[in-house]
């Protein structure tokens, strides 16, 4: 007893002189070239885990005994350590960091400094992103970079977007860009079946930054997948020396569809009587917009909770996040998916090794194909929604062709995906003990989905003798990757010359099956296996002489096992040079701050020419007893059917498209850089263009055959400004504008080098068969293919009358003309950022111009046919009806190819940010999508193909943001 009360005497004694010993520091972190207060500053104590970080306005707070360190960190600015003596207030002032300034980018199974890139690169990182309840990560980069167009695919639920660098490079192959996720190659065709967007499994909210590679010098280190550029993708990972963070985020939003199309409304279609061909006891007594019944609001919400934090040789970090997004067709996306990543220094900080691992689990209910776009326009608007029984609507068994009713058809159809998803790689970075300057890289990567549908589809009302359809479907892709490189950098001062050298290796394989099973009047069961297989050798390298002058190679063979022996090895070289004109004694004194001219050529190729074995005599078994051939029966009567075998089109001499691209540009800045931009030139030519060209009778298995023919030429103009327009205490504000011009030409398309050859494209509903664009030497890929449209004295269409073009009397396909095109001549995004106090503001402009849109839904159904020459039934017109009133369709007049010029405000986003003592606040509102300025009448002007066509129109988002940082 007597030792306990020694004990608690003691501590009585030690208590206060303990209380004196911790003490509480606080202060204010500015930046001392203009006394700005810094936010998110690292405050650590050395040597411990015990840290802060600055609020909005700089200042921090944290316990410390005296004679403890306090380390300030901060990206960009230089280290600084101050020992603690008893201070109530320190107050720091920190200065930028030339070497950090000098921004790093990743070029490609290495990296260089922005000053030093010869190639055409560009970096957008998280700050600059769109805001809103995104999900698709290409949307976080729309108008943010020069010669890059992403256009939205339309408004359904977890829909994604097309990805265009300077246009594309090819005709009937992809198109899309190579995307490399923490060094790990993405499948182009798709990471996962049944997905509507293979980014979706990457959470918008983890990505640190893109960066685009977009000429030939920069891509032709990935070879044969690097023609239509690259995007590499990095993601968060925390950093070291960084206290424990926890954030949590929540966006709650809702979406509608910004417009519809055009058609009658129940008053106008009870209009038409006056026509002696239409019966009007089909009317009704309703006045029903088909289109407002099927499109709902749709609301959504996505969680994000983030753990991070740092130590002195390593950090990690953790999220999990669960999205849910409804689209206007109550269709539905919802993903839940965990990120791990974890960086660990060892040896001295020679051997650093990481790890990204990511489980997704992707759900979508779809409803886009379900048909209710298309009856919604075309169902009677007379009709009410229900009958007198309660039962939706129809037209009913005598007219077996008629629309169904679009609210049957949305409550009668069901398509759902899952699919579990893993991406995972690890890479290790090596210094060598004995040659400090020489490092070796291994990137081991997997990306791994499997998943399981399920689809049903109700028998059609209208016919009697319907079948309904029940689907089940799963699959399975992997994708493994495994690369290596060694990498020595050295300045050597005895030639004052920096040089950097890669060589490297890589495989990659990709392996596909998929199985369904549909019951509907027939049954069928298929089960299909992809695999195909990439093995490459790469090297570059790279000198910086005086810093002044910059020259980088880089060489890569490829082989492919989608190409036959003699054809299947490709070589990719590229050359670019720099001038660093800032460092030359001449300009010491200008008002430049930043001056580089540089210049680039490079090969690239193709290789995602949808066949793995088309240089292979391929013999394809029939798959059901529809394609089977009975050869009698049973003794009870049961058919007996053998399989059939039938032989594919090939042609062995098949090889790699080649695209050829050379790259003038010039890097600028004024004002210590306040004013930066680029000007960015390019030409690109594509050679041995994949293509599926008709063949003579008899010349081959097949008669349309997919082989290389002909030749594509694009060349473009790309500027970018990036302004600090005023920076001050309590306001700032910046600005980003890019423009880009473009133009595509055929060059080449016949094996003859015929230049009358052309090849139909570009389908289009009314008829059977019908295609609106054409491929045609001399002529843009898009280019619309019509007759010239005769108009009388004030201006109206007149109905059949077109220009007799070659003057023989009649109007025959002859007189069809190659007329505008669907890709814009320019394309322009416009970026500002306001921040006054704890109020930010920022909001992105997207512009399009010269391009073109085909009014498939008014060329289709603006005509009184439409209404009345139906078997059974009558249905409904597109309000041009009453513009033209055309009897029959004229699908290809002219008079439907509609300038389509706009300029969106695409997205907007005001925020508040509230500091307390522990938690940071930020609340923001933000909209997308707000209003459109174009002349084009139909439904949207930015449809990628330009042929507008029950297109799931875009809808107008609007979302609540709740950030917490602990």
């Known amino acids: 007893m007597k030792t306990v009360l020694n004990a608690l005497l003691f501590c009585l004694i030690m208590l206060p002189a303990t209380l004196m010993a911790q003490s509480t520091a606080t202060g204010t972190v500015t930046d001392k070239a203009n006394a700005m207060p810094l936010p998110g500053v690292n405050v650590i104590i050395k040597g411990t885990s015990r840290g802060a970080s600055t609020d909005f306005d700089g200042n921090y707070s944290i316990e410390i005994s005296e004679g403890e360190i306090l380390v300030f960190s901060y990206v960009g600015y230089t280290t600084k350590e101050i020992e603690f003596t008893g201070q109530s207030t320190i107050d720091v002032a920190i200065e930028e960091d030339a070497a950090q300034l000098d921004e790093v980018v990743l070029i490609g199974y290495g990296s260089t400094t922005k000053q030093d890139a010869t190639g055409a690169v560009e970096k957008v990182g998280d700050e600059e992103f769109n805001r809103g309840a995104i999900v698709a990560p290409q949307q976080l980069i729309s108008g943010k970079a020069a010669g890059v167009r992403v256009t939205s695919n339309g408004g359904a639920a977890g829909e994604g977007g097309e990805i265009r660098i300077?246009?594309?490079?090819?005709?009937?192959a992809t198109n899309d860009p190579l995307i490399v996720i923490d060094g790990l190659p993405i499948d182009q065709r798709g990471g996962a079946q049944g997905s509507a967007n293979a980014l979706n499994a990457i959470n918008p909210a983890d990505i640190e930054d893109f960066v685009v590679l977009k000429d030939a010098s920069a891509t032709a280190i990935y070879g044969s997948r690097a023609s239509n550029g690259v995007i590499l993708i990095t993601t968060k990972k925390g950093s070291v020396n960084q206290p424990l963070k926890i954030e949590y985020g929540l966006q709650v939003s809702t979406r509608r569809v910004a417009n519809t199309v055009d058609v009658l409304s129940g008053e106008e279609y009870r209009d038409?009587?006056?026509?002696?061909?239409?019966?009007?006891?089909?009317l009704g007594n309703a006045s029903t917009n088909w289109q407002d019944e099927i499109y709902s609001t749709g609301v959504g919400a996505i969680h994000n909770v983030t753990v991070s934090k740092g130590f002195e040789n390593s950090n990690y970090r953790i999220n999990f996040n669960h999205a849910s997004q409804e689209g206007a067709l109550e269709d539905l996306y919802e993903r839940n998916g965990l990120n791990v990543s974890y960086v660990q220094r060892l040896l001295d900080n020679d051997l650093k090794l990481t790890f990204v691992g990511k489980a997704i689990q992707d759900e979508y209910s779809y409803k886009r194909d379900a048909g209710a776009i298309g009856a919604a326009i075309s169902f009677d608007p007379t009709q009410p929604v229900r009958d007198e029984n309660g039962d939706y609507t129809q037209y009913g068994t005598s007219a077996n062709l008629a629309p169904v009713n679009p609210l049957f058809l949305l409550e009668n159809y069901e398509d759902r995906q899952t699919i579990k998803r893993v991406i995972s790689n690890f890479n290790i970075d090596y210094k060598f003990w004995f040659l400090k300057d020489l490092t070796f890289n291994l990137n081991a990567g997997i990306d791994y989905a499997e998943n399981d549908g399920f689809k049903f589809i109700a028998a059609n009302p209208n016919n009697a003798g319907g079948f309904p359809t029940d689907e089940v479907s799963n699959g399975l892709n992997r994708n493994t990757s495994l690369d290596f490189y060694l990498n020595y950098?050295?300045?050597?001062?005895?030639?004052?010359?920096?040089?950097?050298?890669?060589?490297?290796?890589?495989?990659?394989?990709?392996?596909?099956?998929?199985?369904?099973?549909?019951?509907?009047?027939?049954?069928?069961?298929?089960?299909?296996?992809?695999?195909?297989?990439?093995?490459?050798?790469?090297?570059?390298?790279?000198?910086?002489?005086?810093?002044?002058?910059?020259?980088?190679?880089?060489?890569?063979?490829?082989?492919?096992?989608?190409?036959?022996?003699?054809?299947?090895?490709?070589?990719?070289?590229?050359?670019?040079?720099?001038?660093?004109l800032m460092n030359e004694s001449f300009l010491e004194d200008s008002f430049f701050s930043n001056l580089k001219l540089r210049a680039g050529w490079g090969v690239t190729g193709q290789q995602e020419i949808g066949s793995n074995y088309g240089y292979l005599r391929i013999y394809t078994p029939s798959r059901n007893n529809a394609a089977n051939i009975q050869i009698g029966s049973t003794s009870t009567g049961e058919p007996i059917f053998i399989s059939t075998l039938r032989p594919q089109g090939f042609d062995e001499n098949l090889k790699w498209e080649e695209t050829t691209q050379y790259n003038v540009a010039l890097d600028f800045g004024f004002f210590n850089n306040r004013l930066n931009g680029t000007i960015d030139g390019y030409y690109r030519e594509t050679e041995d263009l994949l293509s599926r060209v008709p063949v003579p009778a008899g010349a081959n298995l097949t008669d349309i055959l997919l082989t290389n023919v002909g030749a594509v030429t694009s060349r473009g103009l790309e500027v970018s400004l990036n302004g600090v327009i005023y920076q001050k205490e309590n306001f700032g504000w910046d600005t980003n504008f890019n423009i880009t011009l473009q133009q595509q030409e055929i060059t080449s398309l016949s094996l003859n080098d015929d230049p009358d050859y052309f090849i139909p494209t570009g389908g289009i509903s009314g008829g059977v068969g019908n295609q609106i664009q054409i491929f045609k030497p001399g002529y843009d890929p898009s280019t619309f293919f019509v007759f010239r449209q005769v108009y009388d004295s004030e201006g109206n269409p007149i109905e059949g009358s077109y220009v007799d073009v070659n003057g023989d009397n009649q109007i025959t396909e002859a007189d069809r003309q190659p007329y505008k095109k669907a890709t814009p001549d320019a394309f322009i995004g416009f970026t500002n950022n306001f921040n006054y106090k704890k109020f930010d503001l920022n909001f992105t402009f997207r512009g399009s111009f010269g391009n073109y849109v085909y009014n498939n839904s008014a060329s289709d159904r603006g005509n009184i046919n439409a209404v009345v020459n139906q078997p059974g039934y009558q249905a409904n017109a597109h309000a041009n009806y009453l513009d033209t009133g055309f009897t029959n369709q004229n699908l290809f007049s002219d008079y439907y190819i509609q300038r389509a010029d706009f300029v969106r405000l695409d997205n907007v986003s005001l925020g508040y940010t509230i500091p307390f003592e522990k938690i940071t606040l930020r609340a923001s509102l933000t909209a997308s999508n707000l209003f459109v300025i174009t002349k084009y009448d139909g439904l949207d002007p930015e449809i990628s193909n330009g042929i507008e066509n029950n297109f799931y129109p875009r809808t107008r988002d609007v979302v609540l943001g709740l950030n917490f940082t602990f």
């Open 166 to 172: 300077r246009g594309g490079a090819s005709l009937s």
């Open 272 to 282: 038409l009587a006056s026509n002696p061909n239409f019966d009007s006891s089909t």
């Open 489 to 580: 950098k050295k300045d050597i001062e005895s030639i004052n010359t920096k040089i950097d050298l890669t060589a490297g290796h890589a495989f990659q394989e990709f392996y596909i099956e998929g199985f369904f099973d549909r019951t509907t009047n027939t049954n069928i069961t298929q089960t299909d296996i992809n695999r195909n297989a990439l093995e490459s050798y790469f090297a570059r390298a790279s000198f910086d002489i005086a810093d002044k002058y910059l020259i980088s190679a880089s060489f890569r063979r490829d082989g492919s096992s989608r190409f036959s022996e003699d054809n299947r090895v490709g070589y990719f070289p590229g050359v670019s040079v720099g001038w660093k």
